[in-house]
């Protein structure tokens, strides 16, 4: 089975969150329609990423297709996850912990989590309108290592520019 691996970043907090789910939700519902099975790995640490989780569990339950994974990737382990993970494997269908990041410095372990979860990717989706932050960093990080990129922030995005 060819699995196609997609990662998500973006700003920590947004504020176009309508235009930017609509702009996920016709993505993700091309990607599923188009590829044998993907793992798609978020995390959970921002506005953008809450979103884009909604979008996947809708997404994917709307077209009932089996053909994704819904992975949450954590950069060490978390209170919230640790005394909620029942909860969190009812929203998530696997949580992981990134071994290169979980035994980092808080403050780098989230960047170390984002290097490695593009690492794996066959693709990057991200929401980024500023050239400063961990988001962009990430972004940057992802082209120069040759990983396809999609900014849904780009007003020039479109459904015939998704794959």
Do not use: W
């Amino acid at each position: 089975m060819n699995t196609y691996t997609i990662s998500f970043f973006g700003h920590r907090v947004i504020y176009r969150s309508e235009d930017i789910e609509k702009r996920l939700e016709i993505l993700i519902e091309s990607i599923v329609k188009s590829k044998e099975y993907i793992e798609f790995l978020v995390g959970r640490d921002g506005d953008f990423d809450i979103l884009v989780s909604s979008v996947i569990c809708r997404i994917t339950k709307k077209l009932s297709y089996g053909n994704a994974a819904h992975v949450l990737v954590l950069p060490y382990m978390k209170a919230e996850y640790n005394n909620n993970n029942e909860d969190f494997l009812k929203y998530y269908d696997e949580v992981e912990i990134c071994e290169s990041s979980c035994y980092s410095h808080y403050k780098s372990a989230i960047q170390i989590r984002n290097r490695n979860m593009v690492d794996r990717s066959d693709l990057v989706v991200c929401y980024v309108e500023r050239q400063k932050g961990g988001a962009y960093s990430t972004m940057a990080y992802a082209v120069r290592q040759g990983i396809k990129v999609i900014n849904i922030a780009d007003e020039l995005f479109t459904n015939k520019s998704i794959i």
